[in-house]
């Protein structure tokens, strides 16, 4: 089973990725893990791609959280037997935000690469609630619910998300 998990900043897509690896006994890759390193910088270009290559070659089966579009997005789309694309309104991921703030302030998330301790900034709070909801990430959403429309679940909410964590796929 390999399962893709895309949509906007605090919809959830890593805790979503963690319980979908360890419910199905897949490995899991948090695409957050593979851009930073420690206190937050970036990793090289080539580095990510060599990351996320040797996950995919080396794992059948998988469960990939991220959007980063650059890494692989159509192989990882065209590859996936299930595609979720959760997409929060801004209000609910902005509170989501908050909550993972204060549950992780000083420390890292388990999902995140260590030495990243859990921040809310103002440069955060403006991509949760405008720069990552601009019109390209908005079009590249329906792109793959369009052309992927027999394997996409689409999440708006928390009650469709306790939904999904209960049924999973088609009731698997």
């Known amino acids: 089973m390999r399962i893709a998990i895309i949509g906007y900043s ?17 490995p ?13 910088e970036v990793r090289a270009a ?5 990351i996320v290559r040797d996950f995919l070659d080396k794992n059948e089966n998988w469960c990939i959280d991220g ?3 650059k890494i692989f ?11 979720v694309v959760m997409l929060f309104n ?11 703030f204060r549950k992780y302030k000083g420390r890292s998330r388990p999902d ?3 030495g990243c301790d859990e921040k809310l900034d103002f440069e955060f709070v403006r991509w949760v609630l405008f720069d990552g909801r601009r019109k390209e990430s908005r079009l590249k ?8 429309k027999d394997k996409v679940v689409v999440i708006k909410n928390q009650k469709q998300l306790d939904r999904f964590m209960k049924i999973g796929f088609g009731g698997n």
């Open 10 to 26: 605090g919809s959830g897509k890593s805790t979503l990725c963690r319980f979908l690896g360890e419910k199905y006994g897949i």
């Open 73 to 83: 997005f159509d192989e990882r789309m065209e590859k996936a037997d299930f595609i």
């Open 67 to 69: 959007n980063y579009s």
């Open 112 to 114: 995140m690469t260590a």
């Open 46 to 50: 080539a580095e990510k791609e060599k």
């Open 141 to 148: 959403y329906k792109k793959v619910i369009s052309d992927y």
């Open 90 to 100: 801004r209000i609910n991921s902005l509170w989501r935000v908050w909550k993972r």
């Open 28 to 40: 899991m890759l948090h695409f957050d893990t593979v851009h930073f390193l420690p206190n937050w």
